[in-house]
Every structure is written in structure tokens, then in C-alpha cells.
């Protein structure tokens, strides 16, 4: 059996990486066919330097999406393509892991950190991004709220905001005019924002709707402001109370150790002679 463990693992290596060659030369021969009917432009030498290992990334995320494909068609699962890479990867290190002779138990709890990794990496990501963007929706409203009161229309007022605020309501709003420009209706270019977060919403509907039907928009910009900061302020209260929940961490693998060691092992290493019989 131990002599078989190196065999296993050289042939799943060379069967991934035939598997790997035969999908990037598939991937190459197909871009060269649409290269020549004219759907692609033609790479230059940075394009060809950098297509190899973007195309075995490419292939390995296949791989990995097939063999989920076939583990969620086994357990019954609905179709979700980012949720087939996931257990394709965490399919593939409990193979790996099983041939190299892990333990099931281990095997199990290696598939499942690979698995769950990514789910919470992107919870924390798609936090972080909402928070941010409540956090700078109340700037943003302000500055287009003093736009339009100097008298500014919606686009121009945009245009000002974009042109004076970093960040990611003014990157999207960025896009926004560059549709614009392209000849979208601003209304409509409006309507298709998708920050993730509900936010910056109702000041998306109150633009649309002075944009669109005329509505007054001061008024509007005054209570999206005010909603906007209170949002802000409850959210970074919420964040005020986490912060002794993250503080037990360190206070009890950090400080009460340490307040151990200085504190109480001397007063017992002094005390040891006189209990010595």
C-alpha cells in the first residue's frame, strides 16, 4: 500500500496535466479560429507572452468547475457556476489528500476549509464593500445637492461630483456619464447602477426621477442626506460594539497569559523551597 501512494500520485499528476495540455491546446486552436474569421483581434507579443498561463489558469478553473458539476449533479444540488468551483477545488485536494495516504478525518476537514475559504473571503469582501460605500453616499449626496443648488443640471452637477470625490459611488457614477457620453439617456444609464448595496439606492431613484418625470430634487437630495448619514452613524455604532468581541482574542491568548507569567509563576517559583519537606 505505501508503495502505490507515489504510483496514485504520479498518475493523477500526469492524468491532470495531459487533461490540462489537451484543454489549453482546445482553448489556443479556438482563438486562432475566431482570430482568422474576424471575432478577435489579433494578439500582439505581450498577448502571446501572457495567453499560456492565462489559459492554463482557465483550463484548471474548468477542471475544477467540471468536477463539481459532477459532485453537485450526484448530491442533487441546483446549477451555480461559482458554487461548482468551489467544490470542484475541494473535491479535487480530498482526491489529492486520499491518495497521498491522509487520514479520512483529515481529508474531510481539508475539503471543507477549501471549500468554505472562498465563502467567507467573499462574505468579508462584499462587507467591507457595502460598508464603504454607505460610508462615502453621504459626501456624494452633499456634493451633488450643493450642485444642484448652484444651479446646475443633473448632469453637470454629476460631472462636478465625479470630478472632485474618489471613490466607489463616484467610479460608478464615473461610468454613468461615460454612457452617457455615448449616447445613453442618463435616466436610463441611472437606472442600470448596481453597487451591491442598497445605499446608494434612493439617491439613484431620486435622480431618476427628477431625470425622468421632473420631480423636485432638493427636497429629495435633503432626506436621501439625512437617511444616508443616519444609516452611517447606525453602522459604525454596530462597529463600535464589535470591537470588544475582536478584543477577546488577544486579551485572552495575549494579556491574561502574560499578566500569568509575571504575576504569578514568580510568587510560586518563591514559594516552592518553603513546601519542599
Given at each position: 500500500?505505501?508503495?502505490?501512494?507515489?504510483?496514485?500520485?504520479?498518475?493523477?499528476?500526469?492524468?491532470?496535466?495531459?487533461?490540462?495540455?489537451?484543454?489549453?491546446?482546445?482553448?489556443?486552436?479556438?482563438?486562432?479560429?475566431?482570430?482568422?474569421?474576424?471575432?478577435?483581434?489579433?494578439?500582439?507579443?505581450?498577448?502571446?507572452?501572457s495567453t499560456p498561463l492565462a489559459a492554463t489558469v482557465a483550463a484548471s478553473h474548468e477542471l475544477a468547475s467540471g468536477l463539481g458539476r459532477v459532485v453537485r449533479r450526484v448530491v442533487g444540488r441546483p446549477p451555480d457556476a461559482s458554487a461548482d468551483l468551489r467544490l470542484g477545488r475541494a473535491a479535487a485536494v480530498a482526491l489529492a489528500a486520499l491518495a497521498c495516504g491522509v487520514g479520512a478525518p483529515l481529508t474531510?476537514?481539508?475539503?471543507?476549509?477549501?471549500?468554505?475559504?472562498?465563502?467567507?473571503?467573499?462574505?468579508?469582501?462584499?462587507?467591507?464593500?457595502?460598508?464603504?460605500?454607505?460610508?462615502?453616499?453621504?459626501?456624494?449626496?452633499?456634493?451633488?445637492?450643493?450642485?444642484?443648488?448652484?444651479?446646475l443640471n443633473v448632469r453637470l452637477a454629476l460631472d462636478a461630483v465625479v470630478r472632485h470625490h474618489d471613490g466607489l459611488v463616484a467610479a460608478e457614477l464615473r461610468e454613468v456619464l461615460a454612457h452617457v457620453d455615448r449616447g445613453a439617456r442618463l435616466a436610463d444609464a441611472l437606472d442600470a447602477v448596481d453597487l451591491g448595496s442598497d445605499a446608494v439606492r434612493p439617491l439613484v431613484d431620486a435622480l431618476v426621477a427628477s431625470e425622468r418625470y421632473g420631480a423636485p430634487l432638493a427636497s429629495a437630495l435633503d432626506r436621501v442626506a439625512a437617511d444616508a448619514r443616519t444609516a452611517r452613524r447606525r453602522q459604525r455604532e454596530a462597529a463600535a460594539r464589535r470591537v470588544p468581541v475582536k478584543l477577546l482574542f488577544p486579551l485572552v491568548f495575549c494579556t491574561l497569559p502574560a499578566f500569568v507569567l509575571l504575576t504569578v509563576v514568580p510568587v510560586l517559583l518563591r514559594s516552592l523551597p518553603s513546601l519542599a519537606p
Open positions: 500500500m505505501t508503495a502505490a501512494v507515489p504510483l496514485l500520485v504520479l498518475g493523477a499528476g500526469t492524468a491532470l496535466a495531459a487533461v490540462t495540455a489537451i484543454t489549453v491546446g482546445q482553448r489556443r486552436a479556438a482563438v486562432r479560429r475566431r482570430v482568422r474569421a474576424g471575432d478577435l483581434a489579433r494578439p500582439g507579443p505581450l498577448g502571446r507572452r474531510l476537514v481539508l475539503g471543507f476549509v477549501v471549500w468554505a475559504a472562498p465563502l467567507a473571503v467573499g462574505t468579508r469582501r462584499r462587507s467591507r464593500h457595502r460598508a464603504a460605500i454607505a460610508d462615502e453616499t453621504p459626501e456624494v449626496v452633499d456634493l451633488i445637492r450643493l450642485g444642484i443648488g448652484s444651479g
